[in-house]
Every structure is written in structure tokens, then in C-alpha cells.
């Protein structure tokens, strides 16, 4: 047991069937039904394997997309296709989460199988917005549809999910509740390591928040202002341009337009607040960086034309930030600041991360597209830490309880392993 929490060491799995809550959310290409990238699959990798060289019967859930943010849901069956590879065995793809079809596979099984289930959102008592809204409690959570038919055909709970132990839904927290619980090796090396930081993290200490979950990168600045934990806070891409025009500045319609129509208008009234009240602390971009027929254009803050349409900061708040980064202690990183999968505008999002991986101080980076962008500058090896979890990282900073955690250490006390 670590933090209160059953690990794999506490059980003996041979023979039983385990329902397995992994985060394997990655960005998929729909056209070729392929992963664009398959970092949360191979961090998930160690768990699977162990359960399985121990002779469990693994069930493994997970969610693809998101209601919210992207409202982008899709199926799960990529992601078997890359864990067959990844693990040199079958992880046979059903497609449903728990009605018949699911079930009857889950009582086929033989002992070392991996079969992995749909797309949990696709129940709608899994999917976020229905969390918001009703907030179940963590018992409630255990009489829905998907607990109360799986669970009877199982013997033992994990949760690897640590990029998703911010949410407060079934396959997270319900299960818990009646079955015997552990967090999986991925799940128990991240709370460690971002627990151990945050416990005294050396100043000065800098957060990056660019990336395009704007409510979880809000409320992260005011967490770790308000908490004393960031000397600064860099901005880019939108969270950058929201608190601009919140500031009355001109942003250009191409980029207030895109804020707008995101959902995030009501993101630069509340920016007002914040920065009233950290305006010593959070950096604003000095320029900003559009592509006019396929050329990077610059333009400084305060004279950014009208019709100017942001998708990168500037060069020269590039270099401001990078000696930034060069003088910190503690830096982590949510989030790129630009469109830096283009040429064009991959910027300032190329020059952080090589900052980070130049900086002497320790790096975190966080979130599935910062995962991207660190491979995609050649930089992984020279980061202190990159984490699988983008808003459950951001969430556990706030020094909340996190609701798996809760639920997992809950269980632990119900369940007391043998
Ligand atoms: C993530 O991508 O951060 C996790 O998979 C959780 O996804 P969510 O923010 O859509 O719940």
C-alpha cells in the first residue's frame, strides 16, 4: 500500500478477472482510423503485462474523445490494434461497453487475455457534462448501468488512469465502491513523482499554460498564484490572447472570433480578475504570430492590425520566455503556446521546449499534446518528467483530493487486502 492505496503488490491475481480503467485518450485520425500518437498506450503497457504474467483475466475500460472540450468521440478499436503490437498478444476489441455482448466475452475469458471494451462515453453516465451536472456521489456512482453489470463479473478493480483521476465518473470512482481496489504502476509512479515536487517545489518556479483546455488552464493560474507555487505564469496561445483582450487590447477579429466561438467569450471577464490581481506575476506575450498565404507574419501587442487571426506568440516573447525558463528552478508546462503542428506557426511552441530541455531546472510537462510537441522537438530524454495526465495534473496542483484517489483510498479501507 502507498498514499493509502492498494498497489499490485497487494493482491493475487492469478485467475481472477480484473477490470482495468486505463487513460488511453490519444488524438486519432478518423480518415485512416489510426492514433496520432501513442505515448498514454505504451505508459499503460507495464500494468497490462503485469496483470496479465500474474494470470489475471484482464477487462481493460477507457474513454476516447471528450464532450466538452472537443466533442470528439470515437471508438476504442485503434487503440487495440496498438496494444496487440505493444504487448506482442492479442487485445481483442468488443465493440460495447456492457450489455450482452460485452459480458458474454468478459465469461469467455481464460487466464492472461487482455480484451479491451468500447469507448466508455459512449454511456452516457460516463460523460462529463452528466458529471457536472449531476454529481453523483461516489456510492450513487456505483449503482450505474456500467458498474452494476460489470462488476458482478468481476473480482478485482485497478485504475492506471491517472491522466483521468480528476473525473468524477463511473468507470473512475464507482467501481471502487464494490470491488477491491489498486492503482496500476502508471497510476502510482505519476502520483508519486508530482506529489513529491509539488510537496516543495524549488523557486523560482514557472508555469507555461498555453494548450486549448482554457477552463483547466485557468483554473491552474489561480491555483498556483494564489498558492504562492508560481513565481510566474507564461501564457500562450489562447489563455495569452484571452487575458489580452481582457485587458482591452486588440487581438485581431480572425483570433476574438475563434475565442468566440469556442464557447470561451466568458473566459475574458474572469481573465480581468486575475490579472488585476497577479499582473506582477503573469507574463503576457510582447508579439503574436498569424500565417498570411503560408507566411508567418508578427505583429507587436498594441499594434496588432484588426483583422489579424493569432496562432503562435512572437519571436520576441519567444526569447523572453526561454530566459525565463533558462533562470527557473521548477518548471511545468501545460500545453503548447501556438499551432505547432504547422511550420509556420511551431515557434514559440519549438523554442519552450527546447528551453525546457535546456534549462538546469526541473521540467514537468503535462497533457497529451505537450507529450506531441516534446517528441516532436526531440527533447523527451532531456525533460525532468512528462506526465500522461494534462487536467489531472493541473487538478491535482489545486491540492485537491483527487475524486479516484479518494475512491481508490476508500476502497482500500472497505477492502482491506489480504
Ligand atoms: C485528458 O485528455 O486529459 C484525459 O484523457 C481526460 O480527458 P477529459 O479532460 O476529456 O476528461
Same mark, same amino acid.
Given at each position: ?7 499490485? @503488490?497487494?493482491? @493475487? ?9 486505463? @487513460? ?52 476504442? /478499436? ?58 453523483? #456521489? ?10 452494476? $453489470? ?16 480528476? /473525473?468524477?465518473?463511473? #468507470? ?29 517545489? $524549488? ?119 526561454? @530566459? ?38 526541473? #521540467? ?15 527533447? #523527451? ?13 493541473? /487538478? ?23
Amino acid at each position: 500500500m502507498r498514499f493509502g492505496i492498494n498497489t499490485l @503488490d497487494d493482491f @493475487d491475481f492469478k485467475g481472477k478477472t480484473v477490470l482495468c480503467r486505463v @487513460d488511453l485518450n490519444q488524438p486519432v485520425d478518423k480518415s485512416t482510423d489510426t492514433l496520432k500518437s501513442i505515448h498514454r498506450i505504451k505508459a499503460c503497457v507495464p500494468t497490462i503485462k503485469e496483470l496479465s504474467d500474474k494470470g489475471a483475466k484482464i477487462v481493460l475500460m477507457a474513454h476516447q474523445g471528450s464532450d466538452i472540450e472537443y466533442k470528439n468521440f470515437y471508438c476504442t /478499436r485503434p487503440h487495440a490494434k496498438v496494444l496487440t503490437e505493444l504487448l506482442g498478444f492479442e487485445v481483442k476489441w468488443i465493440e460495447d461497453v456492457c450489455n450482452p455482448t460485452a459480458r458474454n466475452a468478459i465469461k469467455e475469458m481464460k487466464n492472461g487475455e487482455v480484451i479491451l471494451l468500447d469507448n466508455v462515453r459512449f454511456c452516457s453516465e460516463e460523460q462529463t457534462l452528466f458529471e457536472m451536472n449531476l454529481k453523483l #456521489t461516489h456510492e450513487q456512482q456505483a449503482k450505474t448501468q456500467v458498474v452494476t $453489470k460489470l462488476a458482478p463479473l468481476a473480482d478485482l478493480y485497478v485504475c492506471d488512469a491517472f491522466a483521468a483521476a480528476h /473525473r468524477d465518473q463511473p #468507470t473512475l470512482c464507482g467501481f471502487e465502491q464494490v470491488l477491491p481496489s489498486a492503482m496500476g504502476r502508471l497510476f502510482e509512479q505519476e502520483y508519486c513523482v508530482v506529489s513529491e515536487l509539488m510537496e516543495q517545489p $524549488k523557486h523560482p518556479c514557472v508555469f507555461v499554460l498555453g494548450g486549448a483546455k482554457i477552463s483547466d488552464a485557468f483554473m491552474m493560474m489561480e491555483t498556483v498564484l494564489s498558492s504562492g507555487a508560481a513565481d510566474k505564469v507564461l501564457t500562450g496561445g489562447l489563455v495569452g490572447e484571452i487575458i489580452l483582450s481582457a485587458k482591452g487590447l486588440e487581438i485581431g477579429k480572425g483570433t476574438l472570433d475563434f475565442i468566440l466561438k469556442s464557447g470561451y467569450g466568458d473566459f475574458i471577464e474572469k481573465a480581468k480578475g486575475i490579472y488585476e490581481k497577479y499582473s506582477d506575476k503573469i507574463v503576457l506575450p510582447s508579439d503574436l504570430a498569424e500565417v498570411k498565404d503560408g507566411n508567418r507574419v508578427e505583429a507587436k501587442t498594441g499594434s496588432i492590425p484588426a483583422d489579424f487571426n493569432a496562432v503562435d506568440i512572437g519571436t520576441e516573447t519567444s526569447k523572453i520566455y526561454r @530566459d525565463i525558463i533558462l533562470n527557473a528552478k521548477t518548471v511545468f508546462a501545460n500545453g503548447p503556446v501556438g499551432v505547432f503542428e504547422n511550420q509556420p506557426s511551431e515557434l514559440g511552441t519549438k523554442i519552450l521546449f527546447e528551453s525546457m530541455a535546456d534549462t538546469e531546472g526541473y #521540467t514537468v510537462v503535462g497533457g497529451g499534446d505537450s507529450v506531441t510537441a516534446a517528441k516532436k522537438y526531440n527533447v #523527451t530524454d532531456k525533460l525532468g518528467y512528462i506526465c500522461t495526465g494534462g487536467g489531472a495534473l493541473i /487538478r491535482f496542483l489545486t491540492g485537491e483530493e483527487l475524486p479516484v484517489v479518494k475512491a481508490l483510498r476508500h476502497s482500500a479501507k472497505i477492502f482491506p487486502a489480504k
